[in-house]
């Protein structure tokens, strides 16, 4: 209920502000509006891009100038920082993994094999039993035998529903420094948790979230696809992290510190999303997300349209969810910093455009059929550039995190951004609809794996 508030509010307010717009200049309110909104996503974009360009010249310039005149001031700072890397690296906490799973009895054991080839010592792995009914209770009993560090937690039919839930009831029987989550299909290469430990040290950084990869032998178009939208997601991370902006975990090769996770609660049972509202209360709550583009984590990608559409329904409906319920303390400048602030706004306009285009779409069919003049071909150029600014992005995620040829990337992500706009334009809005006219939150419902992965094959 409150949430339905505040999104009528909000689009009250919207209305009201287009209303006002309409009474000083003629025309379509809502291409307006979508002006503005791509204008958003335009400057971000340039924002983002330039943040990584600027990181990426200033690193080769040190390497370039600095390293190679090496006068006494700069080998004094080469040393200072490599002491501190050399710190940093040396911070060995103890870690517990934890992997929430249900019915993965075809993928378990590869995963749970693999992770205890981690290059690193000190960890337990801990598998949540989600009330499963397939062969996977067995298989960890005999995982049990082979590997004692391997911790089972069996859930009670009747138990609160949901990956956070299982997670929550997880945490307290664990006590590593750092929890780091991973799901029943994930591999990691034994260095893992080498990389990316360093970056979770300082003292202000509460989690740090590996980039996400498909396994590269499904080589059908959709998983190839998937691979491309979290190339985007690489991009945006990277960008978001130099910036200081809202960095977010991704539920999969995530980790975080326990007081950090202690210190907001744990994650959030009713959340369907468990990773977006983590991030939503660490940020929040002034602890920073760090991404490790170098810290890779594998899944496999969903391979039909029904699961597609069933996950990113999930996502989408969550995504929007966890807006509504931090919109004061994201808004809050004792919360967030200013960048933080921009960052997230910006982010929400990613869900604001299909409804505002779908609305603007409707109004002018309704305005065609009562004769009124239409507004179709500036609807047209707004939803061609939507399309053009978000097909730019995704060129340049895959030049960068997957290594395309110009040309072949160009055509690749044309595709991809046709396939995106496909999928997400019905799942935003009918997550829209579900917020403001569903009796109750979507229930959570876990993404099916189908063991199409071994280590040789990433």
């Known amino acids: ?117 981690l290059d690193y010592d000190q960890f337990y792995v801990w598998v949540i039993d989600d009330c499963s009914d397939d062969n996977m209770p067995e298989v960890l009993n005999e995982l049990r035998k082979e590997y004692p560090r391997l911790r089972v937690v069996t859930r009670t039919p009747g138990s609160y529903p949901g990956k956070s839930a299982a997670l929550n009831d997880a945490l307290p029987l664990s006590k590593g420094e750092v929890i780091a989550v991973f799901d029943a299909d994930a591999y990691v290469a034994p260095d893992f948790l080498k990389k990316i430990l360093p970056l979770l040290a300082p003292e202000h950084v509460g989690a740090v979230q590996a980039q996400k990869r498909i396994y590269e032998r499904q080589t059908d178009w959709l998983p190839r696809f998937q691979d491309t939208e979290y190339a985007l997601d690489s991009y945006f991370q990277v960008g978001r992290d130099i910036i200081g902006g809202a960095v977010e975990l991704r539920g999969n090769g995530e980790l975080i510190k326990r007081n950090a996770l202690i210190d907001v609660g744990g994650w959030t049972n009713k959340a369907i999303t468990d990773d977006l509202d983590l991030s939503m209360k660490l940020m929040i709550n002034n602890w920073g997300i760090r991404f490790s583009p170098d810290a890779v984590v594998w899944e496999e990608g969903v391979t039909t349209g029904k699961a597609l559409m069933r996950q990113r329904r999930r996502w989408a409906e969550g995504s929007i969810r966890r807006y509504l319920d931090y919109i004061f303390p994201l808004n809050s400048p004792t919360r967030l910093s200013l960048v933080e602030r921009l960052d997230t ?20 069919v309704i305005r065609f059929m009562t004769g009124v003049p239409t507004y179709g071909s500036f609807l047209a150029l707004g ?60 229930t959570w419902h876990r993404t099916e794996h189908v063991g199409q992965h071994t280590p040789s094959n990433v």
């Open 383 to 442: 939803y061609f550039l939507v399309l053009w600014v978000t097909q730019i992005d995704f060129f340049i995620s895959v030049r960068i995190y997957r290594d395309m040829p110009p040309l072949k990337a160009f055509f690749h992500t044309i595709a991809v951004t046709l396939y995106v706009y496909g999928h997400w334009v019905p799942c935003i809005l009918v997550s829209f609809a579900q917020i403001l006219f569903g009796k109750q939150v979507s």
């Open 1 to 117: 209920m409150r949430n339905r508030i505040i999104l009528i509010s909000i689009a009250f307010a919207v209305w009201a502000g287009l209303k006002a717009v309409d009474n000083l200049v003629t025309g379509p309110e809502l291409l307006f509006l979508l002006a503005g909104l791509l204008a958003m996503m335009i400057s971000h974009s340039v924002w983002l891009f330039g943040a990584q360009d600027e990181w990426q010249r200033k690193a080769r310039r040190y390497v370039r100038t600095q390293v190679r005149k090496q006068v006494p001031s700069v080998r004094k700072l080469l040393k200072s920082k490599s002491t501190k890397d050399n710190e940093d690296a040396e911070w060995n906490p103890w870690v517990d993994i934890f992997i929430s799973a249900k019915n993965e009895g075809r993928v378990i054991a590869t995963t749970v094999r693999q992770l205890f080839d």
């Open 345 to 364: 706004l910006v982010f929400t306009v990613y869900f604001l455009v299909p409804a505002v285009v779908f609305l603007e779409f409707t109004s002018d």
